[in-house]
């Protein structure tokens, strides 16, 4: 499997952006289906936004929707997330996550390599 280290989060006021990064290591990044996952506390971890190993198919949670983008670098072995627009409900740890798949993978059970996810805290 592939090694995942997340960065980029922070505190943030309502209405501002952050961008994380997702750096990859120990395997062909390029062969591995992406996915960025956020748990608050006292909640099960949802699904942010995905995208197949190419970059060519995404998907987004309707609460993140044209807020959102999840883009990938192959040639970097990183993947990223520009979240604008931020609110508060948007407060969680965020996880990056990869499996080796030509398909876009959209559920947590699907991943088999984790990051150990960024804190992202919106303030209001």
């Known amino acids: 499997q592939v090694q995942l280290v997340e960065s980029g989060g922070g505190l943030v006021q309502a209405g501002g952006s952050l961008r994380l990064s997702c750096a990859a290591s120990?395997?062909?990044?390029?062969?591995?289906?992406m996915g960025w996952f956020r748990q608050a506390p006292g909640k099960e971890r949802e699904t942010v936004a995905a995208?197949?190993?190419?970059?060519?198919?995404?998907y987004y949670a309707d609460s993140v929707k044209g807020r959102f983008t999840i883009s990938r670098d192959n040639a970097k072995n990183t993947g990223y997330l520009q979240m604008n627009s931020l609110k508060p409900e948007d407060t969680a740890v965020y996880y990056c996550?990869?499996?080796?798949?030509?398909?876009?993978?959209?559920?947590?059970?699907?991943?088999?390599?984790w990051g150990q996810g960024t804190q992202v805290t919106v303030s209001s």
């Open positions: 120990g395997r062909t990044f390029s062969s591995y289906a």
């Open positions: 996550a990869a499996d080796r798949s030509r398909e876009l993978l959209l559920h947590r059970t699907h991943f088999g390599s």
């Open positions: 995208i197949s190993w190419s970059g060519i198919s995404t």
